[in-house]
């Protein structure tokens, strides 16, 4: 009895495990079926992106070197279809891209408050609207930027602290000025003002510095104008009386552009906000620049002074060499000469 008893649970037990293997090899089949590989976009490309972006190189760059390497893989496969009717069809298929694309040109959007030219990367995700609005404010930005201070001239340059970012600029004026600025009207004026105000001084600079090396190059000897040789391959002329009109002419053109600036800066009063007045405002501005312009200062001392030398030098030539000098003379100023040249050589 005991025996008969033990055969049939042995034989469900032996049963029972074999269903249970089947079911579980049936079960990784349908897993491995299901499993689909993922795309996560091209790795080679990825890596390549992220050496650029190591090197440096900007997002425009990146992607006109993307394009150039991997062209093979951008052109569309072309696949043979068969139909019913055993006839043979080309279907070009692109695989298509799952990943996100950057807008590049958003990249180098201007901000309109600051009405200079500061360009700043903006946030990732950006609606179109908004773009559209940045874009419509960079143009109006340059536009009233240029209508302020444009005049195709190689005599003005922009200062470097103008360059700054906004942020920066508006940080030292509200502690220069003891003003707020939170209005973007006064932000405006004040940018436009400080600009006006920097070309006005450089150019009241360079008039001084040009006026003065034509006062001490026309007290020389009766009309024999002696000038150092920086100043004529400026004007890429060797007669000194073409270098003096030449010299008079660029005089007239800083006295032209002064007068321009003075007559935007008079037109701009009108435009001033209630909250701020123009003298007091003037005032500040103008201490700022000076506090800013010390070393332009200094460059253009620095020039008077070495022509000046240069001036006192070709004196000091003409009064040992063309005057009445005896052989001896000559012979002792040659050896002092030589003498000197060995002394700089050493």
């Not at 002696?226 to 003096?244: A, G, H, M, N, V």
Request: proline fraction near 3%; hydrophobic fraction near 25%.
């Amino acid at each position: 009895m005991n025996n008969s008893s033990k055969i049939p649970i042995t034989s469900s037990l032996s049963s029972i495990t074999t269903t249970d293997n089947i079911q579980q090899q049936q079960t990784i089949v349908k897993k491995k079926q299901k499993r689909i590989k993922r795309c996560h976009g091209d790795r080679k490309k990825q890596r390549y992106r992220k050496k650029c972006r190591a090197k440096g190189m900007k997002p425009a760059t990146i992607a006109k070197r993307v394009k150039k390497r991997f062209k093979d893989n951008n052109n569309p496969t072309t696949q043979l279809v068969t139909t019913n009717d055993n006839t043979v069809t080309n279907t070009s298929t692109t695989s298509p891209s799952h990943k996100r694309k950057r807008d590049l040109t958003i990249n180098q959007v201007v901000r309109s408050a600051s009405q200079l030219s500061i360009t700043t990367s903006p946030p990732k995700k950006m609606t179109k609207t908004k773009i559209n609005n940045a874009t419509t404010t960079t143009t109006a930005a340059t536009a009233t930027t240029t209508s302020v201070v444009t005049h195709n001239d190689n005599i003005y340059r922009c200062a470097p602290y103008l360059k700054r970012t906004s942020s920066i600029l508006l940080q030292a004026l509200r502690l220069q000025l003891e003003h707020p600025l939170k209005k973007k009207i006064e932000q405006r004026f004040i940018f436009q003002r400080l600009q006006l105000l920097d070309k006005q001084f450089c150019l009241e600079i360079h008039r001084f510095l040009w006026q003065s090396y034509l006062n001490i190059g026309s007290q020389q000897q009766q009309q024999q104008y002696t000038w150092p040789d920086e100043i004529y391959t400026k004007f890429q002329t060797k007669d000194s009386r073409l270098c003096y009109q030449s010299i008079e002419k660029y005089i007239h053109d800083i006295q032209y552009q002064l007068e321009q600036c003075n007559k935007i800066l008079m037109e701009q009063n009108s435009t001033c906000p209630e909250s701020i007045s123009i003298d007091i405002c003037d005032v500040h501005l103008k201490k700022y620049i000076e506090s800013q312009q010390k070393q332009f200062r200094q460059k253009i001392n620095h020039q008077l002074s070495k022509f000046k030398e240069c001036i006192q030098e070709q004196q000091l030539h003409h009064t040992l060499f063309n005057d009445n000098v005896t052989k001896d003379q000559n012979k002792t100023i040659h050896q002092l000469i030589n003498i000197q040249d060995k002394q700089l050589n050493c």
